[in-house]
């Protein structure tokens, strides 16, 4: 895994009391951006010293994997990127992470977890309920919204023989909520796009915050203002 950012994010100050709401195995801390509307929770293994901000994905052994029955449009997609061994760009735990953050934070958080590897995977939910998902897997697209599924195949930089190309034309479904389109969409080369992208309208912001899209990371630390070992304000 290479360079790797995720956290959780609000656009408005977050009630911290019920942060102990997580699970037992998850420390925190949540940072607040002086230049833009927006709060930031990083989560973190609660038994080891955290070595780097917003460089460590929410457990997934502490949330499910499997997902929501409300949900199984995802879930059967993921079963097909699965066989076609495409999976790992699909974070099932990670969005039972974002699931649960918001229903117990009680409004609309935004989650991304990407490196420079191609993982890049970003979802939105409010009180518990998915209201957008994108990712990137491998040479597709995966877009949830409204409770549907769109499949954008990528046309990638480098031409790749026709064999090598993942065919999901047979998943497409409108009446069950997927849609699969042509090859017609180029994938980009940015670093964190998929993170960045969604991020960026989330908080409705010209650009991501966070130092996302750059291999230098953060120009300025946010805020801490909470953390799971106390009430903190610390600039670091």
Not at 202 to 212: D, K, M, R, S, V
Request: a negative charge.
């Amino acid at each position: 895994m290479g360079y790797l950012v995720a956290a959780h994010v609000t656009r408005t100050a977050p009630d911290v009391a019920r942060l102990k709401m997580l699970p037992r195995g998850i420390a925190w801390a949540v940072y607040r951006d002086e230049d833009v509307p927006a709060w930031y929770l990083d989560t973190f293994k609660a038994d080891r010293k955290k070595k780097w901000t917003f460089a460590s994905p929410t457990l997934t052994r502490d949330f499910p994997i499997d997902l929501p029955d409300d949900l199984g449009a995802l879930t059967r997609i993921y079963a097909a990127l699965q066989s076609a061994r495409l999976a790992n760009g699909f974070k099932r735990g990670f969005l039972n992470a974002n699931l649960f953050i918001s229903k117990i934070l009680q409004r609309p958080v935004c989650s991304f977890y990407s490196d420079d590897d191609g993982l890049d995977f970003a979802c939105v939910s409010d009180n518990g309920v998915l209201q957008r998902l994108r990712c990137e897997c491998g040479d597709l697209e995966i877009v949830y919204e409204n409770g549907r599924v769109t499949i954008q195949p990528l046309q990638l930089e480098i031409e790749e023989d026709e064999r090598d190309l993942t065919d999901f034309r047979q998943l497409h479904d409108p009446q069950a909520g997927v849609a699969v389109m042509e090859r017609n969409k180029e994938r980009s080369t940015l670093l964190h796009f998929v993170a960045g992208s969604e991020l960026a309208t989330f908080l409705e912001t010209p650009t991501a915050p966070l130092g996302l899209g750059s291999f230098d990371g953060l120009e300025k630390m946010p805020l801490k203002i909470a953390s799971s070992d106390g009430p903190a304000a610390d600039p670091q």
